[in-house]
């Protein structure tokens, strides 16, 4: 097995599991969970993941040296906790 059809099988596993993310998060934005922050706080977290998964497969982060990493999982873990504590501490 070439490297390069390997590479091509990862990122064809990493599109399937955005694609499996996505059905989730638009599923739990159909309102099967009894509370709106509850639901909102999911999808966040669900778009954070898919977020990760595209930072690190798909714009080559993932041969990035350690710091680089760090930091884009830092970026992510920051706006995640913005994000949803805007949601549950609106301003007003």
Same mark, same amino acid.
């Given at each position: *097995?070439?490297?390069?059809?390997?590479?091509?099988?990862? @990122?064809? /596993?990493?599109?399937?599991? !955005?694609?499996? =993310?996505?059905? @989730?998060?638009?599923?739990?934005?159909?309102?099967? /969970?009894?509370?709106?922050? #509850?639901?909102? $706080? =999911?999808?966040?977290?669900?778009? !954070?993941?898919?977020? &990760? #998964?595209?930072?690190?497969? #798909? *714009?080559?982060? &993932?041969?990035?040296? !350690?710091? !680089?990493k760090? =930091? *884009?999982?830092?970026?992510?873990? $920051?706006?995640?906790?913005?994000?949803?504590?805007?949601?549950?501490?609106? #301003?007003?």
């Amino acid at each position: *097995m070439t490297k390069r059809h390997t590479s091509e099988k990862r @990122l064809t /596993l990493i599109w399937a599991l !955005l694609v499996g =993310v996505t059905l @989730l998060s638009w599923e739990t934005g159909a309102g099967w /969970l009894n509370s709106h922050l #509850f639901q909102a $706080v =999911v999808v966040i977290i669900l778009a !954070l993941i898919k977020i &990760r #998964f595209i930072i690190r497969h #798909f *714009m080559d982060v &993932r041969d990035a040296p !350690l710091p !680089l990493k760090l =930091v *884009m999982d830092g970026w992510c873990v $920051v706006i995640g906790c913005a994000l949803i504590g805007m949601i549950a501490h609106p #301003f007003r």
